[in-house]
């Protein structure tokens, strides 16, 4: 039996529906990423589980149990918003120490696991701090300790990571899916931050206004994209627009403009049919050197862009039909690899190229992610 199930949930705010007839089955102890753009109704899905808004129609159920009329403090949840909520007049070893002591702990049991999550999240030596005391980041950090230090079986956290430095934002989100694991929390993480959900997620849930796109584990969810949105949302992505030139046994040609050919390994395409090919920027090579002949898939272009990434260099090609493709490469390279305005030739492998149909409303459309 699913820890937490959602059947076919709605959540309007007036003219604007949040969530869409969403369905979605949590199990105990996992940790999910709920990956969406601002607007997607990631944190109304939080507010969902917590009890804090109730649904316009549809089932909520907590270990079995329907919980739409249960209050939030009966569902065993910490909820941790992404704007802290804290208890200005309390201390910060206060603030963390209320859940426990809420829940029956000792003194003593409840400011030693207090100091635990604070010294976890490097704010020890704040304790007798007050919130207003603290930067923004530190408070995040705060309102991430007390929901750690609660006891709830399911940890909800709305951005939790979204204030912090890049530095400490990497340390903790290690920190956090630990914490998680070892007291067998079922968590449930809000991330626009697409990077951070591949590190920590068991499974992840991209939403897009207010509907699941696709669940499913990291790797699955950036390699397999279902749809041209998870594709761009998930990961760097070049996008080529065609017809379906030719179809046989092995896979089909695609005509891009200007007369390029490309070949993919789809044998699911109607001749014919528009279509939008996919190619992640890490697989798009970039080579010198004069084509082979019968080589397939090789375009000649021009660099129009370098970039530096610390452990990647971005490049930016412009092709000889118009289109323009980038590319990831270790920065081991070298930053002096390729230079604006030198000649290169880009080589995609058909193996790496995933084809969709044409989008009704257009490329750019199902691009936006607002």
């Known amino acids: 039996m699913p820890l937490i199930e959602l059947v076919n949930v709605t959540k309007r705010y007036g003219n604007v529906t949040a969530i869409k007839n969403l369905s979605l089955k949590m199990?105990?102890?996992?940790?999910?990423?709920?990956?969406?753009?601002?607007?997607?109704?990631?944190?109304?899905?939080?507010?969902?589980?917590?009890?804090?808004?109730?649904?316009?129609?549809?089932?909520?159920?907590?270990?079995?149990?329907?919980?739409?009329?249960?209050p939030p403090q009966e569902r065993n949840v910490a909820y941790v918003p992404q704007y802290y909520a804290l208890f200005p007049h309390m201390s910060v070893i206060d603030n963390v120490a209320f859940g426990p002591l809420s829940r029956g702990f000792s003194r003593e049991e409840a400011y030693k696991v207090s100091m635990q999550m604070l010294e976890m999240t490097k704010l020890a030596w704040r304790a007798n701090s007050f919130p207003h005391e603290l930067s923004g980041g530190m408070q995040q950090r705060l309102a991430l300790a007390r929901g750690l230090a609660s006891g709830a079986k399911i940890l909800l956290l709305d951005?939790?990571?979204?204030a912090l430095d890049a530095r400490l934002r990497v340390e903790l989100r290690y920190k956090l899916r630990g914490i998680a694991?070892?007291?067998?929390?079922?968590?449930?993480?809000v991330t626009h931050d697409q990077e951070e959900a591949m590190v920590v997620a068991d499974r992840i849930v991209v939403l897009r206004n207010g509907e699941i796109q696709q669940e499913g584990p990291p790797s699955q969810v950036y390699n397999e994209p279902k749809s041209i949105f998870v594709a761009h949302f998930v990961g760097g992505a070049n996008f080529l627009e065609g017809f379906v030139a030719e179809v046989d046994q092995y896979g089909s040609w695609i005509q891009l403009r200007n007369g390029f050919l490309l070949r993919v390994n789809d044998v699911n395409r109607v001749v014919g049919e528009r279509i939008v090919v996919m190619v992640r920027e890490e697989k798009v090579e970039v080579i010198k050197g004069a084509r082979r002949r019968e080589e397939i898939n090789l375009f000649p272009g021009a660099v129009s862009e370098v970039s530096f990434l610390g452990d990647f260099v971005s490049y930016s090609i412009t092709l000889d039909n118009g289109d323009k493709v980038s590319s990831r490469m270790p920065s081991v390279f070298g930053l002096k690899r390729f230079g604006i305005g030198e000649r290169v030739y880009v080589r995609l492998k058909p193996e790496n190229l995933r084809v969709y149909p044409y989008p009704p409303q257009g490329l750019y459309k199902e691009l936006e992610v607002i």
């Open 27 to 70: 199990n105990d102890g996992e940790y999910i990423c709920v990956l969406g753009p601002t607007g997607s109704g990631k944190t109304t899905l939080l507010k969902l589980i917590a009890g804090i808004v109730k649904p316009d129609s549809g089932e909520i159920y907590i270990d079995g149990r329907l919980v739409n009329d249960v």
């Open 159 to 162: 951005e939790p990571l979204g």
């Open 181 to 189: 694991k070892k007291n067998k929390l079922t968590t449930i993480h």
